[in-house]
């Protein structure tokens, strides 16, 4: 068999090398290919492989690879569901920590067409010095933004903006090994980027166990993220794998942090649960990955966040409800939505109605996401909404936000 290879250097710490074999041209249906390797002379941080192909089925790919002349146990490939480009079928499995003479492939399957196998090469770094502050307010806070962890990794150009009503919290499964979490982020995105296929990484923020924030899609930029139902979600991943331990105490605190400003940021009650437009179901405002499966229309299951981090969720909520800054923030905003004025019910199917307590007859604008007036509805009457679309809509009255309204 022949293969192609392209080695492309992304950043100082890290580079990738993309290898094509011609595994479709095998004439039986189990194909096997031995392909020599080699990381370079910098001391090796880990390697991350994964590979993709345009056939319709998952064909069973496994590897092993041979180290001082040994070969390892075969290693199955982990398909990836998280909506990878329709025209390919994707995989990766976890990086591997030390470098090796011979990577062997093999498929249970014919394989159909070009197989591109992936190589991220983090070579030994340090991770970002940035002071923490260990205070947990509700306001932003410093950021390792894309030039901290690769200044030419682009951010999408086309994006798809939401306006989240749930926040979801992962963990990014990887090794616990290594310590570079910049090369640990750049590696992330390039699997979801020249794997997945997709146009940015998927996740709007990650959390390093040193509490260090990183930069994903923007916020309010719609992610990849929550088993193909990702409107109307901000996606936050813990970097490692908490299927067995528990995440740092200052990942958390930082996780705390960017939910309680996320909260007061998008009017969001973080003990509640509401209605999930997309996944037509309802949904705890703060969620783990693994909720989707609530969904009819979730694409994929999972475990994520992980079995000793899921359970942590209702305490974390409980920290950002119990914090004075959300408390005075969302009790600000309850009182201008609810205390004068209700509306309902929502969700919203046909008619909507709203009254207030003086009973005063005032005229609201339906405004959708982008801030465009769609129509208007008056107090003290049923007002037949039937011509929306489902989605979120605002209510606004002389300019000023009301409340939110879910149409089903």
Not at 326 to 345: A, C, L, R
Request: charged share 20%.
């Amino acid at each position: 068999m022949f293969y192609s290879i392209t080695l492309v250097t992304l950043f100082g710490q890290s580079k990738t090398l993309e290898i094509t074999p011609d595994f479709h041209e095998a004439k039986n249906g189990f194909s096997t290919l031995e392909i020599p390797f080699s990381a370079g002379d910098e001391k090796l941080d880990f390697i991350s492989v994964s590979c993709y192909h345009f056939d319709t089925e998952d064909v069973g790919i496994s590897y092993r690879i041979k180290t001082n002349n040994q070969w390892s146990a075969w290693i199955a490939f982990e398909q990836l569901h998280e909506y990878v480009a329709p025209d390919r079928i994707a995989y990766q499995t976890k990086a591997i920590d030390h470098s090796f003479s011979t990577i062997q492939l093999k498929s249970s399957k014919k394989i159909m067409s070009p197989l591109t196998l992936r190589f991220f090469i983090a070579k030994k770094g340090d991770a970002p010095s940035q002071t923490i502050d260990r205070s947990i307010s509700c306001e932003s806070l410093e950021t390792c933004e894309r030039d901290c962890w690769c200044p030419i990794c682009p951010i999408d150009n086309t994006p798809q903006i939401t306006n989240p009503t749930h926040l979801i919290v992962h963990h990014s499964a990887g090794n616990n090994q290594s310590n570079n979490f910049a090369a640990v982020v750049e590696s992330i995105w390039d699997l979801h980027v020249n794997t997945n296929g997709w146009d940015d990484i998927g996740y709007n923020w990650l959390i390093d166990p040193n509490g260090i924030l990183y930069q994903g899609r923007l916020d309010n930029y719609q992610g990849a993220h929550f088993s193909c139902i990702n409107e109307n979600t901000v996606g936050t991943c813990i970097i490692g794998d908490y299927s067995l331990v528990e995440p740092t105490e200052a990942s958390l605190n930082t996780l705390v942090n960017l939910l309680a400003f996320e909260a007061t940021e998008h009017h969001i009650d973080v003990t509640g649960a509401s209605y999930h437009v997309t996944g037509d179901f309802v949904l705890n405002n703060i969620a783990g990955h693994r909720d989707s499966s609530g969904s009819t229309n979730a694409c994929s299951g999972t475990v994520c966040p992980g079995d000793s981090f899921y359970p942590l969720l209702p305490d974390i909520r409980m920290a950002v409800s119990e914090l004075p800054c959300y408390q005075d923030g969302f009790t600000s905003t309850k009182e201008n939505e609810f205390s004068n004025i209700h509306v309902f019910p929502n969700p919203v199917q046909t008619h909507i109605k709203i009254e207030t307590i003086d009973h005063q007859l005032l005229r609201f604008e339906i405004v959708d996401m982008n801030g465009k007036i769609l129509g208007f509805v008056d107090s003290g009457k049923a007002n037949d909404i039937s011509y929306l679309s489902p989605g979120i809509y605002f209510i606004i009255h002389e300019g000023k936000y009301v409340q939110r309204v879910i149409k089903k």
